[in-house]
């Protein structure tokens, strides 16, 4: 071998150690070569179709199941290794067995294949991660398709799986049955033979899962969760959204209570809709709900649930909308940080956050709608069916539930409230002593309504402090507007609070429950809110990204 020779394999094992090997399915691939199937056609590590001739050539493999399984009775154990990349392209690529046989090959438990799953990716390191991708993953324009089958327990395992990236991917299945529920409508999901050809969630995590990116994911339509199991790390999240999965968006209960550990999650554009919803298939829809469940019907319906447990949360620019039960559910967690920043919830059938006694928690540039009627009401875009089933609205009458920590401290600034609920901020103390927890309450401002399907002229409260939870936590309160709440007495004592309207662009008038999808909260040029808030360093701009006025902030999310 010549000295150049020699030079150029060294550069090549050098690269491929640092990078790993990149493994490709694509449609016009192969089929497994292994030790098991001498006659497979294709490697899996070339982005080349199979040449149609030959076993073990460099290409493709033409199915994705081929990454954990070469095709055999009982095979289960991923081809690549830690640190390596996988490409998927072209799609929809089925997980699961293909049915009805009971030793169908690509059963990774094969007789059970309702409690089946795929082996857990391998891990990477902190310097390499595993990358599972869609092909558009460098802007992500089209996700790549996987979707769940005959009964498969989840499309992908990551239980126990560290520093891996799964990108640019739909995460689904392609069954319009239903396991949530009372009613069979429209029909049950057969979890005995024959099996129905649906999937149970989306991703699986446990306490030994950390340092994941979930990046430009779609995980949707699924019979159970988008995410179900608690953590052990830290969860990197952007772009992601969890829609119509029939019984929860992300859930952190495994079923056993199980808490995470050193759990951490950072979100950014995440979007948590219309969970506790049978998804239709195909979709014909712009809403595709065609039937959705609450506690009341067999269903549950939390965007985002937890058992108790410690989970710090920082979640920017999300959005929780359109679940049968609360929007944000952190009500179980404790001694934990959290912080919302220019995010959005409403339209949930219970409260739209609903925060634990946590030693910091900071809400700022949201938005809230305690409109928990919404979905009682048709839906532009769904299937009349979608709430047939659904009745437990405003299960707990609260906009926010709040409870607070000792010695713990709760940050509200710059917000924006309306809506209807007989209380829009419920306070509690559920520990042995809050007499020195903090709350701040500046720059925000809150809209009340009453409530149209009661014809009362019921506004709601504003502040309901129980269970050891006083005024008196108020560390600082100032620069707020209130208008139509209920015992509000003017002035507040406050410094610079209001009592008026807050004149915003759109302010409907509720005659239906439609209507208050309208609203605007943006101040109008007249409004009281403008430049009528306090300067707060830590918030430069606006719910919308538009720079705050030094001259003097906006009270609410929105500068004018």
Known sequence: MTRIARLVLVLVLITSTFYGTTWYIRPDGGTRHSANVRRGQCDGQADAPYPGKGSNQHCAFNDYRYLYSDGTYNNKAWVISGGDTVIVRGGPWRVGQNGPSPRDSFGNDPGDPYGAFNPAIPSGTPAQHTRLLGENYAQCTAKTQLFGGYAVAAVLNLKGAQYVDVECLEITDHAQCTRVGASAYPARCNSGYPLSDYAGSGLLTDTHTHDVVLQDLDIHGLTSRAVIGPIGGL????????????????????????????????????????????????IAHASPAIACYDDNSGGYGDGIGTPDTP??????????????????????????????????????????????????????????????????????????????????????????????????????????????????????????????????????????????????????????????????????????????????????????????????????????????????????????????????????????????????????????
């Open 235 to 282: 969860i990197t999240v952007n772009q992601v959204r969890m829609a119509y999965n029939g019984a929860a968006g992300w859930d952190f209960d495994d079923g056993n209570g199980t808490p995470s550990v050193n759990g951490q999650v950072n979100a950014s554009y995440l979007t948590v809709e219309w969970n506790g919803c049978n998804e239709e298939y195909p």
């Open 311 to 560: 989970l710090n949360f920082t979640c920017d620019h999300c959005t929780f909308r359109y679940n049968t039960q609360d929007g944000m559910d952190l009500l179980h967690v404790s001694g934990s940080k959290l912080t919302v920043t220019n995010s959005a919830s409403y339209g949930n059938m219970g409260q739209q956050y609903k925060l634990g006694a946590m030693s910091s928690v900071v809400l700022r540039n949201s938005v809230a709608i305690a409109n928990c009627r919404r979905m009682a009401a048709p839906f532009a875009g769904a299937p009349a069916t979608y709430n047939r089933y659904l009745s437990d609205f405003c299960r707990a009458e609260d906009g926010i539930a709040l409870n607070l920590a000792e010695n713990g401290t709760v940050i509200f600034e710059n917000n924006s409230f309306a809506g209807y609920v007989a209380t829009m901020f419920d306070v509690g103390c559920p520990t042995v002593n809050c007499q020195r927890s903090k709350i701040v309450f500046r720059n925000n401002v809150v809209l009340g309504y009453s409530n149209p399907a009661y014809n009362s002229g019921l506004l709601p409260g504003l502040f309901y402090f129980g269970n050891g939870a006083s005024p008196a936590n108020f560390s600082l309160r100032s620069n707020n507007v209130y208008f139509r709440t209920r015992d509000l007495r003017c002035p507040t004592g406050y410094t610079d609070e209001k009592c008026e309207d807050p004149q915003f662009l759109i302010e409907p008038t509720l005659k239906s429950e439609e209507d208050l999808d309208k609203i605007d909260f943006h101040p109008s040029a007249g409004s009281p809110l403008i430049h009528a808030g306090t300067v707060i360093p830590e918030i430069r701009t606006d719910y919308a990204g538009s720079a705050r006025d030094s001259q003097g902030y906006d009270v609410g999310a929105f500068q004018h």
